[in-house]
């Protein structure tokens, strides 16, 4: 896969969150690990969720140490852990209290939140790191893709409708 290697910054993230969920597919996710090894991701899948109204996303609980870092100004990482086992990687939007972010639900190669989160050898280190800044994580800009599916979420079904109706999930077509 060919790559730019421009690194997207604040402002990419700081818009509305359904326009970057969808503008994320077919970008480039970058992770530098431990040993220093680099790899590049085309990211295939995304999902938003919305801030305080949208009853599937974690800030519609309000301002808590989990939530803490969706408050802030769109760039920064959203890590959390399911099961006990998953470290699943969200991006935050929008401007600071918005409480919105964007899951990265898919790589090329790579399907499933829980498996991005292993894939990346991810964990709570990573909880508010800055993606213009970072040396082991970021983002970088590609052409936009033309061909993006629009599906409903998924296992959002304790917020009811129509939060689970929405189609906000994006996957390259």
């Known amino acids: 896969m060919k790559t730019s290697r421009t ?60 939530t803490k870092v969706m408050f802030e100004a769109g760039g920064l990482v959203y890590v959390y852990l399911i099961y006990g086992i998953y470290w699943l990687l969200n991006v935050v939007t929008e401007e600071t209290d918005k409480g919105s972010a964007v899951l990265i639900r898919a790589l090329e190669g790579v399907d499933g939140p829980g498996r991005v989160g292993r894939e990346l050898q991810l964990d709570w280190s990573f909880y508010g790191e800055d993606l213009q800044r970072s040396a082991r994580l970021w983002l970088e800009d590609e052409a936009p893709v033309s061909k993006v599916t629009t599906l409903p979420r998924v296992g959002i079904h304790y917020a009811g409708e129509p939060w689970v109706s929405k189609l906000w999930r994006f996957k390259l077509a």
């Open 7 to 66: 690194r997207l910054t604040a402002d990419f993230f700081r818009r509305d969150t359904l326009a970057v969920a969808r503008e994320l597919v077919g970008k480039t996710l970058v992770r530098v690990f431990d040993d220093q090894e680099v790899r590049r991701y085309r990211i295939v899948e995304t999902e938003a969720y919305c801030g305080r109204d949208d009853l599937a996303c974690h800030a519609s609980k309000g301002l808590t140490p989990r």
